[in-house]
């Protein structure tokens, strides 16, 4: 089994990364630890350093409970949403695991949704942790 966790470094991404750690271990599964970024000139490079930095501490944390883990960092030129759907479909994962944040409905339109696009779009089930 793969399972992919969409993870920020936030609470709730935190949460979904020992959910995650769980069903793994539940199921004998391989963690994906994916950060999305768009890129391009106007992305500081701390951002991806910060980026770079949340990955290896996420994967500290699996390892060390011995889960097989792999992260990434992608930019692709995508949103963070349209990225994990088509890594979801490149490796084929079974579940996703996605941190989701109470926003009014005015600030999801404005801004998007990354869990909401995931949930609409993910070619597997995906559990939403808050």
Request: proline share 2%; aromatic share 6%; with cysteine.
């Amino acid at each position: 089994m793969k399972i992919m966790v969409g993870y920020d470094s936030s609470n709730v991404s935190k949460a979904a990364l020992e959910l995650a750690k769980k069903h793994a271990k539940a199921f004998d599964a391989e963690v994906y630890v994916i950060t999305s970024m768009v890129g391009g000139r106007e992305v500081a490079r701390e951002e991806f350093s910060r980026a770079e930095s949340d990955l290896e501490y996420a994967e500290t944390l699996l390892k060390e409970d011995n889960v097989s883990c792999e992260t990434r960092l992608l930019v692709r030129g995508m949103s963070p949403g349209e990225d994990m759907v088509e890594f979801a479909k490149e490796k084929e994962i079974d579940e996703i695991i996605v941190g989701v944040r109470k926003r009014s409905k005015v600030g999801k339109f404005l801004l998007g949704s990354t869990a909401q696009y995931l949930i609409i779009k993910a070619p597997c089930p995906v559990v939403a942790v808050k």
